[in-house]
Every structure is written in C-alpha cells, then in structure tokens.
C-alpha cells in the first residue's frame, strides 16, 4: 500500500502493514483502514492523543477546580459513560459529588 495514513493516536506518518491491519511504529497503536475511513465526524482526543467515543471512562489527570464548589475535582477521578459534544468544553459527564460537568479533553485520559 502506498499512502498509508498517518496513526489517528499520535499522527506519526511511519505506520505500516501488518497481518491484522497497521500498526505505528512509534507509539504501537494497531488500526485497521475501514475503521478510519467510517470515523469522519467530531473527533475527540484525550491528553494522550487517544481517540474518545460516546460511553468512553476516562479519568482526570489534574485537580479541576469548579466555581462554587468548596472543593476541586481531585486528579484521578475516573468518570464513566462521557458523551462527546461541540465547543470548547467537548465532553459531558456526570461526576459523583459534583453532578453534570462539562470538561476539556485535555484534562482528561482514557480508562
């Protein structure tokens, strides 16, 4: 295969053919080709540059703190079933303790 497209985790350009499908040589991320060509909408990343979908856990990599609450959002509170959306803030959650929460995917990485 000639243009093979670059790792959809860390966008390294060096991926190659393997019997399952290909895998990038940098980070060891594995992808099949029919899989990248169906994803074509909103695309989420985490602070690792893993791709997120709806119903992804993910945990919190650093204290957040929230406007009105006594205390922050401790780092490695993991959140479960997130559901990807537009803007600035593109993952709506909902954390115990805090309730409904609208975090950036660079606060946060995959489960």
């Known amino acids: ?3 093979i ?3 959809p985790a860390c966008n390294s350009p060096y991926g190659y053919e393997t019997e399952n499908g290909l895998t990038c ?7 099949k080709i029919e899989e990248m060509e169906i994803e074509e909408g909103l695309v989420v990343k985490d602070s690792n540059g893993a791709i997120l979908v709806d119903g992804d856990a993910v945990i ?7 406007k009105g609450a006594p205390k922050p959002i401790k780092a490695g509170t993991k959140v479960k079933s997130i559901r990807l959306v537009e803007g600035d803030h593109n993952i709506d959650c909902k954390i115990d303790g805090f309730g409904s929460m609208a975090l950036k995917s660079e606060f946060v990485k995959k489960a």
């Open 25 to 31: 040589p940098e980070c060891g991320f594995e992808w």
């Open 60 to 66: 919190i990599i650093k204290d957040l703190p929230v």
């Open 1 to 3: 295969m000639e243009n």
């Open 5 to 7: 497209p670059p790792c």
